[in-house]
């Protein structure tokens, strides 16, 4: 059992500020009294004790607040990514069979009409109904469902538990530390692992969240440049956004500001050399929904001297490559107390382990010393005339090149070599193929270098703006 953590952080921190949304603060013993008033209108409308609540909000102090009631009222909370379309958030609102849909108003044009919908209007008029509210929770109880990106296929839905979750929070400490002036910066999106895990840090560290609704690089990076914020998570655009404004301010990290942590997918090398001029400390990490978030990290007195890898695995955690005899590279398998017990909806009868490992579907390998480099999605391989061809390694080298915005690389079919690979580019200015071949010359193997060069408009990307690579080749069609 642990502790209700909302009650414990109220109780043992009451005045530390939790929470700061534009000019104003929240304390902790605030938002626990605020989260109880909402837990009991939870209550008469029948929300407790195991029900499933989809959750449909954007990221302001609100949503935090019922995600500290839903908590309290043991509610399963399944959250929803307003970034995806009405017939993809209608598939996971049945996969996961909820009982009810909890929506911020101005959200509820984004679904589907349904008779479980609870606009938080509606919500806050409801009369309390007092109850008991506990004072212990079940380690294996499913806090969080949330689905996964969708980027290979399906998304699928990811139950995390309350062990899964702190034994994250504690891990993460133990590796970056934690000080009483801590400040997260949060601009990632709550609906995810990487947003949803600060507010679980903050109740177990008792540190404060600096929340914004949305990303603002020009905000953002004045925050750092002052030293307002002290850490924060971000996705390669968002570090690239705020490398541009720092560059133009000509103002580097303030020393208060020790680490952004940078998930979600690989960081081209070029933004950690850029960040380095900064002096904005950057840790690379590794994680997925499976894992509650971080799984490695490169501890910051690594950061230049093993540049593009993960780092190791967070105290607690395991990590093995599944790899052919002989061969270094394979796919990654993890273990520990942070990974999911199961999916839930379609993919319930999936095991999410075998032997107690999760197999992540990523290929990369450990160095001599245990750092490990995530290579890329096994799915995304290339085979041309037998050589194995990785996109991100040409995506990366790509987005190296100053005139280069966005970049994806799949396989094309071709009759010699089986498949080759293939480039799409939003470029910064105009620019020739034969410019991006000739850079890719230089630098890489010539089975490598992409036969075909598209220059398009955007890129096909998920809800939570990650690379579709699988859609590459549709934007030929279109
Ligand atoms: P789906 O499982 O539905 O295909 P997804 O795997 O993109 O979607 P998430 O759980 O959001 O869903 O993302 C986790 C994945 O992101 C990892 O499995 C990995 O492929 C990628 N990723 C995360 N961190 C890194 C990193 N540091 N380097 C490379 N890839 C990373
Ligand atoms: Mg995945």
Redesign the pocket.
């Known amino acids: 059992m642990q502790p209700n953590w909302i009650k414990q952080r109220a109780y043992l921190t009451p005045n530390r500020v939790a929470l700061s949304f534009h000019d104003e603060q929240w304390t902790f013993n605030e938002l626990y009294l605020q989260s109880v008033s909402l837990a009991y209108k939870l209550n008469t409308l029948r929300l407790t004790n195991g029900k499933r609540v989809a959750i449909l909000a954007p990221s302001t102090p609100h949503l935090i607040e019922l995600l500290y009631a839903c908590m309290q009222a043991q509610c399963e909370m399944v959250l929803l990514n307003g970034r995806l379309a009405k017939h993809e958030l209608a598939y996971q609102v049945e996969d996961a069979e909820v009982d009810a849909i909890l929506v911020a108003d101005e959200e509820l044009v984004k679904l589907p009409d349904d008779d479980r919908i609870i606009p938080f209007s509606k919500l806050y008029k409801t009369m309390e109904s007092e109850y008991d509210i506990a004072a212990q929770w079940n380690e294996d109880f499913a806090l969080t469902i949330m689905y996964?990106?969708?980027?290979?296929?399906?998304?699928?839905g990811v139950c995390q538990t309350v062990s899964n979750h702190s034994s994250s929070a504690i891990s993460s400490a133990l590796n970056l530390g934690i000080s009483e002036k801590d400040t997260w910066l949060c601009t990632v999106p709550i609906f995810?692992?990487s947003g949803f895990s600060i507010v679980v840090r903050s109740l177990l560290y008792g540190m404060k969240i600096r929340l914004y609704e949305k990303f603002d690089a020009e905000k953002c990076a004045q925050e750092i440049m002052e030293g307002t914020v002290t850490k924060m998570s971000v996705v390669s655009v968002i570090l690239e956004n705020i490398l541009s404004e720092m560059e133009q301010a000509g103002k580097k990290a303030h020393p208060n500001f020790t680490v952004a942590l940078a998930?979600?997918?690989?960081?081209p090398i070029d933004y950690l050399k850029r960040s380095e001029e900064l002096d904005l400390r950057v840790a690379?990490?590794?994680?997925?929904?499976?894992t509650s978030s971080q799984t490695a990290t490169l501890a910051n007195e690594d950061a230049m001297t093993h540049i593009g890898s993960?780092g190791k695995p967070l105290f607690f955690n395991e990590i093995k490559i599944d790899a052919k005899d002989g061969e270094s590279i394979g796919e990654i398998l993890i273990r520990g107390p942070h990974v999911t017990p199961k999916y839930i909806g379609r993919f319930k009868d999936k095991p999410t382990t075998i032997n107690g490992w999760l197999h992540?579907?990523?290929v990369g390998y450990l160095d001599e010393q245990g750092y490990l480099f995530?290579v890329d999605?096994r799915s995304d391989l290339i085979i041309s005339g037998g050589e194995n061809i990785y996109p991100?390694e040409i995506e990366n080298l790509l987005l190296g090149h100053p005139n280069v915005k966005e970049a994806g690389v799949c396989g094309m079919e071709h009759d010699r070599w089986g498949q080759v690979p293939v480039a799409f580019i939003v470029a910064k200015e105009q620019m020739t193929d034969q410019e991006i071949i000739g850079f890719c010359k230089q630098h890489l193997a010539n089975y490598k270098v992409p036969k075909h060069v598209h220059f398009v408009s955007h890129l096909p990307r998920?809800g939570?703006n990650?690379l579709l690579r699988r859609k590459l080749m549709q934007l030929l069609e279109e």
């Open positions: 996964t990106s969708g980027t290979t296929g399906f998304p699928k995810h692992i998930g979600g997918g690989p960081v690379q990490t590794y994680g997925m929904t499976e993960a992540t579907g990523d995530v999605r991100a998920s939570s990650k």
